[in-house]
DNA sequence: TATCCGTGGAT
DNA sequence: TATCCAAGGAT
């Protein structure tokens, strides 16, 4: 299992990691400037699997339009979204609210001030409330974040692979056994930085890391050997055609369910056109696609159109779990019609909704 | 527990 | 190009 450190250890360790978080560590990151908790809160779900560099200016943007969580709370969910536009995972935002609206509503603007109860905002699990608790209130509890998970792994050559769940555990009490109890806080962010920098994933320099002394995948050489992560599955491949019909100046434009992938956020129609496409590319009979997409039009939009233009080779874009290949279709309608399902807006009308990353793609693709 | 949820950057 | 990584959480 672990070897484990004695006390001894442990506090040599704290000494030397915050004297050098103190000197080199990120001190100009604009989340840093004060520990509120709103701003630590912001800042750490902005931060969820997101780059710090992504994050600082829609951090900057985020707290000029939403300055306390009273702001927040009351904020149409139009704004919220345009305001995350880019970031990706969405819900993080919608979920952002919801807590504001607990924190203002249930816990009368008082914030919860242990990792505990913070635990109970929508959208806050046990790293974030650790993150929260740790920074903004002092509490001696180890945030576990992909950095930590990294760095403690290659400290002490953990074998434990930390994709698993259960993994987790294991980490946070070795964590809170090392995590120094005067400044939980910042011990949490030099781990952070540490897994940034002299302990990141790709480039590493353990040799001159300030804690190199301590790291026993170093003194043995199986830096790479740590952490151990089982592989994730491969995205699933989707096809889809993108329906560009124009009525005059406005386009077919329709909002997507409120559940699963980009919730909510309005493009132009989308069909799944797996069955039309042969194995890794497509690969149909002309009229055949033509016909079947302008009867689905009129069946379940209500319009009828006719296709004028095809572009063949499709857009890519990765998610997750999928990688679709979008085929853009543009038609027009043969008579102004008002459509059965989605709504005709104007090219201005659709740009003041929030637009996921996919659909920006298919505008640039129109000819 | 396994799967879902976005996007950008690095190699 | 394919793959992995980046301050995770909900279901």
């Given at each position: 299992?672990?070897?484990?450190?004695?006390?001894?250890?442990?506090?040599?360790?704290?000494?030397?990691?915050?004297?050098?978080?103190?000197?080199?560590?990120?001190?100009?990151?604009?989340?840093?400037?004060?520990?509120?908790?709103?701003?630590?809160?912001?800042?750490?779900?902005?931060?969820?699997?997101?780059?710090?560099?992504?994050?600082?200016?829609?951090?900057?943007?985020?707290?000029?339009?939403?300055?306390?969580?009273?702001?927040?709370?009351?904020?149409?969910?139009?704004?919220?979204l345009?305001?995350w536009e880019?970031?990706g995972y969405y819900s993080?935002?919608?979920?952002?609210?919801?807590?504001?609206?607990?924190?203002?509503?249930?816990?009368?603007?008082?914030?919860?001030?242990?990792?505990?109860?913070?635990?109970?905002?929508?959208?806050?699990?046990?790293?974030?409330?650790?993150?929260?608790?740790?920074?903004?209130?002092?509490?001696?509890?180890?945030?576990?974040?992909?950095?930590?998970?990294?760095?403690?792994?290659?400290?002490?050559?953990?074998?434990?692979?930390?994709?698993?769940?259960?993994?987790?555990?294991?980490?946070?009490?070795?964590?809170?056994?090392?995590?120094?109890?005067?400044?939980?806080?910042?011990?949490?962010?030099?781990?952070?930085?540490?897994?940034?920098?002299?302990?990141?994933?790709?480039?590493?320099?353990?040799?001159?890391?300030?804690?190199?002394?301590?790291?026993?995948?170093?003194?043995?050489?199986?830096?790479?050997?740590?952490?151990?992560?089982?592989?994730?599955?491969?995205?699933?491949?989707?096809?889809y055609?993108?329906?560009?019909?124009?009525?005059?100046?406005?386009?077919?434009?329709e909002k997507r369910p409120e559940i699963g992938l980009l919730a909510n956020f309005w493009t132009?129609?989308l069909?799944?056109?797996?069955?039309?496409?042969?194995?890794?590319?497509?690969?149909?009979?002309?009229?055949?696609?033509?016909?079947?997409?302008?009867?689905?039009?009129?069946?379940?939009?209500?319009?009828?159109?006719?296709?004028?233009?095809?572009?063949?080779?499709?857009?890519?874009h990765?998610y997750?779990?999928q990688?679709w290949?979008?085929?853009?279709?543009?038609?027009?309608?043969?008579?102004?019609?008002?459509?059965?399902?989605?709504?005709?807006?104007?090219?201005?009308?659709?740009?003041?909704d929030p637009q996921p990353k996919i659909q920006?793609?298919?505008?640039?693709?129109?000819?």
């Open positions: 299992m672990i070897d484990m450190w004695d006390d001894e250890k442990i506090h040599a360790f704290q000494k030397t990691l915050l004297k050098w978080y103190d000197e080199a560590g990120r001190s100009t990151l604009p989340w840093r400037a004060d520990h509120s908790p709103y701003r630590v809160w912001v800042s750490e779900i902005m931060l969820q699997q997101t780059q710090v560099s992504t994050v600082i200016p829609y951090f900057n943007r985020f707290m000029q339009a939403f300055p306390t969580v009273d702001d927040l709370a009351k904020a149409p969910e139009a704004d919220l345009k305001a880019g970031l993080r935002v919608r979920n952002m609210q919801k807590a504001a609206q607990q924190i203002v509503n249930d816990f009368d603007g008082a914030w919860p001030n242990t990792m505990q109860t913070l635990e109970a905002l929508k959208g806050v699990g046990p790293y974030t409330a650790a993150a929260i608790a740790s920074i903004a209130f002092n509490e001696p509890v180890a945030a576990i974040d992909g950095n930590a998970f990294r760095v403690f792994a290659r400290l002490f050559e953990i074998d434990a692979d930390i994709a698993q769940p259960a993994t987790r555990k294991l980490f946070f009490e070795l964590g809170n056994q090392i995590i120094d109890q005067e400044r939980p806080g910042d011990f949490n962010q030099a781990i952070m930085d540490l897994g940034s920098s002299y302990m990141s994933a790709k480039n590493s320099d353990p040799a001159h890391s300030p804690v190199r002394e301590f790291d026993a995948s170093y003194q043995n050489g199986t830096t790479d050997l740590y952490p151990v992560k089982s592989k994730a599955k491969k995205a699933k491949p989707v096809h055609a993108a329906m560009v019909i124009k009525n005059d100046d406005t386009y077919l434009w132009v129609p069909f799944n056109i797996d069955d039309f496409v042969n194995d890794r590319d497509v690969n149909w009979s002309e009229t055949e696609i033509q016909n079947a997409l302008e009867k689905q039009l009129f069946e379940q939009y209500g319009v009828k159109v006719d296709l004028t233009k095809r572009n063949l080779a499709p857009i890519t990765i997750t779990h990688k290949f979008v085929s853009v279709f543009e038609g027009t309608v043969v008579q102004d019609q008002v459509p059965k399902q989605g709504e005709w807006k104007t090219m201005t009308d659709l740009n003041r920006e793609k298919i505008w640039k693709k129109l000819s």
